[in-house]
């Protein structure tokens, strides 16, 4: 009842701090002319309701401690390479989540453990605080593999697109119209970048300075090498086309290199099967009619 009260406190208009954006938003709120009906339907979370009432009071307890932590701009650029929209208020709001549904989770088990009498208290506290640190580090590692998908998927699309936009560069357009005949007929991670690099272009950016951005955003070894090459080929006005036919090259190169060492790791894998499971049964099989030949000889 305490808590709730304070809580009730803490939310009264008098007590609530304002923002500037919400003091300024009546006056510039625009009137809709469609139906509310036609508005897109909000995102379904995993957590359902519960996510939806914690949310104020998540954002507000990240917001406080993202202050001292100095490994918010990492996360951002992580954020950035693996898409969307989410900020990081909203990450570190999920990872709270779950971190939560892990310690329930752990401690739910660890109740119905106690009650059969398998395990003491202190174990149980222990494996209800890992399994909170589990679901804390889990929401980092589905991160990670985001990122992964996403930029194999770009790396996979990336050759075909520097070939569309040599040909459209080789049949006279221009870097940024190559770029829109390419954004326009393809579709896809690196599509959708490219759509962001124009729309920077657009609001009045120079080309070069979209393109760093979107190197400083995807953050990988061959598009940066692509950036690097269509600069200087802009600034200097080397031949384009030539540039984005190597790029492309190199990157289909490099993935055949990947794919090499894949094999090369997958070969290795496979002799451990042999080496520690046929080849003894082998050897075994081989030598046993010669034992038995022994024995019987004895």
Do not use: W
Not at 46 to 70: C, K, Q, T, Y
Not at 185 to 192: C, S, V, Y
């Amino acid at each position: 009842m305490g808590t709730g009260l304070l809580l009730v406190l803490h939310r009264l208009p008098l007590l609530r701090q304002s923002t500037f954006a919400a003091r300024v938003e009546p006056q510039l709120r625009s009137v809709r002319p469609a139906s509310g009906l036609l508005l897109s339907a909000p995102d379904i979370t995993p957590f359902g309701p519960l996510e939806r009432i914690l949310r104020p009071l998540l954002h507000d307890a990240v917001r406080r401690m993202a202050r001292f932590s100095p490994a918010n701009r990492a996360l951002g650029l992580r954020l950035q390479q693996a898409g969307g929209n989410k900020s990081v208020s909203d990450y570190r709001a999920e990872q709270v989540l779950f971190a939560g549904s892990g310690f329930l989770a752990g401690g739910a088990v660890g109740a119905l453990l106690i009650g059969s009498g398998r395990m003491g208290l202190v174990s149980v506290a222990l494996g209800t605080c890992a399994c909170a640190v589990t679901g804390f580090l889990l929401r980092d590692y589905l991160l990670t593999r985001q990122i992964e998908r996403r930029n194999s998927r770009i790396l996979a699309e990336f050759p075909s697109l520097a070939e569309m936009m040599a040909l459209a560069v080789s049949a006279g357009e221009s870097a940024v119209g190559a770029l829109e005949r390419v954004s326009a007929a393809a579709q896809g991670e690196l599509a959708d970048e490219f759509n962001r690099v124009l729309a920077l272009t657009r609001s009045g950016h120079p080309l070069t300075t979209a393109l760093q951005e979107f190197s400083d955003r995807i953050r990988l070894a061959p598009l940066t090498r692509f950036v690097d090459g269509v600069t200087v080929a802009v600034d200097r006005g080397t031949p384009l086309a030539d540039v984005m036919r190597a790029q492309a090259q190199d990157v289909r190169d490099g993935a055949k290199r990947d794919l090499m060492e894949t094999a090369g790791k997958k070969e290795i894998a496979m002799m451990v099967p042999v080496v520690f499971g046929i080849l003894p049964l082998t050897v075994l099989f081989a030598v046993f009619p010669g034992l038995a030949l022994l024995r019987l000889g004895l």
